[in-house]
């Protein structure tokens, strides 16, 4: 007769199966068996945040920046909804976590019990799938079945519910079965022909571009290798999306910079004019896109993505191709070998008038900001903390906003999984919670998270968090008093009426810090800015760094909404845009 | 310039929509269904009509039917989420207008009135399959199976003769010949 367990000692031998190291947590009544258990698996070390939201975001700066599923412990009704962001914010950037929360005891269920809550009706359109697990017989099954959904396809966040009295119910534990065919869920049967296809598109191409996405990051480092040896040999300009930035080095030539809303000059008129457009693991985003009728109107449009919901979901292809990036980019890498003996210098100079016109957009310097000696432009403190970090592996994460665009566009990153950001919902606070998860994940690593003081504001507890654990982080906040994006829009959409977007009463954020148990530092003027930067670098716990810049400058160039790609204005040393920005909305 | 201070995009082509029958099988479990229609509803598809019932109890596995509208995009789209969830085993779509499918309905009219109206009513459903499943000096309840359009006419003709209450399922659909789906 085997051992019988309880349900909470069953969660953490699945944990323990499924090589679990960490769970960012908060516990409360109905998840206390579980937690009581927490003290004899020393495997597990659990990370105690300072509120659910912080939780969901710390595990998702892990997943990203590790590559493993992030998980999440919570209590029912409060501690559950509280992590709704989260996984919202994982569903849309297609982040693995593993939610499990505590549930009150089945008999109770329905009747409105203390912190009860319908959390898998609440959770169901922000996951990928979730369990109410009603009987212990179910538990490990589920709880296997919920990393392999989390984990498998395109990932995405999923959540199990457990109610009190699973975890005190007693079973026997079964090992997970080995994978066995997963419902068809996984698509990964794409075609030589289609590979030929592809090969044969790039063969005839004239004005080609590549457009990437966090697919190519989700595919794992691999895939960002067999990216650049599959654009290296074909030889065409490659542009990012937000999520996909780091995939293909930032400072290399063939890389055109960041497209869409704030995406550079040369990339979305790259776009814009194109012959062939070839989309690997991105999802033609309404940021990226812009207006969708005057969306690269002159392209054959190639589209590689694991999830077949996403291809003709926005933009019509020609060729989609489903399956892994990595898999495909293989196949592709290995047909282009044998059949256009690696194309050698025949597709180069097939695409050097492209390669001159894309040179001359580059000229436009479309980046380019007036520097001042007097106050910090919030690009040139992205681009000193770039410079003087630069020669260490550095991991970043942003808060949503004017400083996430001009991190994106002025941090250049090489390496693959280094740049954590709330793309697809948005969500201000995410890049705080984000850094402690970085930093449990890679403990000797530098650990940065260019900040807005808005944004911060929304999930500054976590500072305690990175204070208990010693965590390094250093908080990086671009500091201009208002809710810059929101600011930037009224003054170009809304006849500069800042409706509630200044920021009245803000913290004083060196002593926040202080008060936190952590350094704190302020950086006014440029002349002040390196050496300020060094100075939070050398020191060896957490960081709020208050860099003090500019509030009126705005983020630029930009596709005014409803507009297509080759309409962008451009920032104030382009004197004809200049003219036009003075006007607000005449501009879209 | 339709709406200048929209942050979002607005598409000035539209294409036509059609009807079409989507018929997905699920596990039978609890919040199948709430997975599938809040599937629509979140993304804004529309639902015309859903039946749903157990089709095979040794396996568990449930049919549900939906008839719905759209672009040629959205269906593909229905589809496609349809098929991520991970309860969806497979799902098929149908456009109305196709002969190789039967869509049908069923409708419970209850009728009152004196002899000559329920007769005449009676004699208007003839063509949709008529079973009398209840009926007393001064009413009827009548059994019709036909198409939606037919039962909507149904609906409306026999108001002037004493119709009071209409219940009807949503469509249900099966290929013809001897081809299952699969």
Redesign the interface.
């Known amino acids: 007769m085997s051992k019988l367990y309880s349900g909470a000692e069953i969660v953490f031998k699945c944990l323990e199966d499924q090589d679990v190291e960490f769970i960012f947590g908060y516990p409360g009544g109905a998840v206390l068996p579980i937690y009581d258990e927490l003290k004899n698996h020393s495997s597990i070390k659990h990370i105690l945040v300072r509120h659910e939201q912080g939780a969901g975001h710390a595990a998702e700066g892990y997943a990203r920046s590790s590559g493993k599923p992030g998980v999440v412990l919570v209590t029912s009704g409060p501690g559950a909804t509280n992590v709704v962001t989260a996984l919202t914010d994982a569903y849309m950037d297609s982040v693995p976590l593993v939610c499990i929360s505590g549930q009150v005891p089945t008999h109770l269920i329905g009747t409105d019990a203390f912190q009860e809550c319908d959390t898998?009706?609440i959770t169901?359109?922000c996951t990928?799938?979730n369990w109410?697990v009603?009987d212990i017989k179910e538990l490990s099954k589920t709880l296997h079945e919920a990393f392999r959904?989390a984990t498998t396809g395109r990932p995405g966040p999923v959540l199990v519910d457990i109610p009190k009295d699973i975890q005190f119910a007693k079973i026997k534990y079964t090992k997970p079965k080995k994978e066995k065919k997963s419902?068809?869920?996984l698509h990964n049967n794409f075609s030589q022909d289609e590979i030929n296809e592809l090969v044969d598109l790039i063969a005839k191409a004239k004005k080609p571009v590549v457009y990437t996405g966090g697919g190519v990051i989700n595919s794992g480092p691999e895939a960002s290798d067999s990216l650049r040896e599959f654009v290296r040999m074909i030889g065409f300009p490659i542009t990012s999306t937000l999520q996909g930035l780091g995939a293909f080095p930032g400072d290399d030539s063939q890389f055109i910079g960041m497209l869409g809303m704030h995406g550079t000059y040369e990339a979305n008129n790259a776009m814009h004019d194109c012959d062939l457009l070839i989309n690997i693991g991105a999802r033609f985003d309404?940021r990226i896109?812009?207006?969708?009728?005057e969306f690269s109107p002159k392209s054959k449009k190639v589209h590689i993505d694991i999830?077949?919901?996403s291809?003709?979901?926005i933009i019509?292809v020609d060729l989609a191709i489903v399956g892994d990036v990595n898999e495909v980019l293989k196949a592709a890498i290995k047909t282009i070998s044998q059949k256009k003996n690696g194309f050698k210098n025949s597709n180069k100079q097939n695409v050097s008038k492209w390669w001159e016109k894309i040179e001359k957009w580059r000229e436009k310097d479309s980046l380019g900001f007036i520097n001042s000696k007097e106050t910090i432009k919030p690009q040139h403190a992205v681009q000193r903390l770039y410079e003087l970090t630069k020669n260490q592996d550095t991991f970043i994460t942003t808060e949503v906003g004017q400083h996430q665009m001009w991190a994106a566009q002025h941090y250049k990153f090489d390496k693959p999984n280094r740049w954590m950001t709330s793309g697809g919902l948005g969500t201000m606070g995410y890049g705080l919670p984000a850094a402690v998860g970085v930093q449990i994940a890679h403990p000797d690593k530098l650990v940065i998270d260019i900040a807005g003081e808005a944004s911060v504001l929304m999930t500054m507890q976590e500072m305690s968090t990175a204070v208990q654990y010693n965590l390094p982080i250093k908080i990086f906040v671009l500091n201009n008093k208002y809710m810059g994006m929101v600011r930037q829009?009224q003054e170009l959409?809304?006849e500069k009426n800042y409706s509630e977007s200044y920021s009245e009463a803000l913290p004083d954020f060196v002593k926040l810090a202080e008060a936190y148990g952590c350094k704190g530092i302020k950086a006014n003027n440029p002349d002040e800015l390196d050496l300020k930067i060094n100075e939070m670098l050398e020191h060896k716990g957490p960081v709020i760094f208050d860099c003090r810049v500019d509030p009126n400058e705005n983020c630029f160039p930009m596709i005014p909404?409803?507009k297509p790609h080759n309409q962008m204005i451009l920032g104030p040393n382009d004197k004809k845009d200049n003219k036009i920005t003075g006007k607000g909305?005449a501009l879209? | 310039?339709?709406?200048?201070?929209?942050?979002?995009?607005?598409?000035?082509?539209k294409s036509k929509s059609g009807t079409h029958i989507i018929v997905v099988w699920v596990d039978n479990e609890?919040?199948v269904l709430?997975?599938v229609v809040?599937l629509f509803s979140?993304r804004g598809y529309n639902i015309e009509s859903l039946a749903v019932a157990e089709v095979d109890a040794m396996k568990n596995i449930s049919r549900i039917t939906i008839v719905t509208t759209g672009t040629p995009?959205v269906i593909?789209?229905i589809k496609?989420?349809l098929?991520?969830?991970?309860p969806v085993?497979k799902v098929a779509d149908f456009k109305r207008e196709d002969k190789n499918v039967i869509f049908k309905e069923m409708a419970l009219l209850k009728v009152v009135g004196n002899r000559s109206k329920i007769d005449k009513c009676l004699k208007a459903c003839k063509t949709f399959n008529p079973v009398i499943l209840d009926k007393t000096k001064k009413s009827v309840v009548i059994q019709i199976t036909a198409l939606r359009r037919e039962i909507d006419k149904m609906n409306k003709k026999l108001k002037s003769n004493g119709l009071v209450s209409t219940s009807r399922t949503g469509a249900i659909a099966m290929t013809r010949g001897s081809e299952i789906f699969k």
């Open positions: 898998t009706g169901r359109p990928k799938h109410l009603k959904v419902n068809g869920k309404d896109t812009g207006k969708i009728d999830d077949p919901s291809i003709n979901k019509k829009w959409l809304h909404s409803g909305k879209v | 310039m339709s709406n200048p201070k929209s942050a979002y995009n607005i598409p000035t082509k609890a919040g709430a997975r809040g979140g995009q593909d789209q496609l989420q098929k991520k969830l991970v085993h």
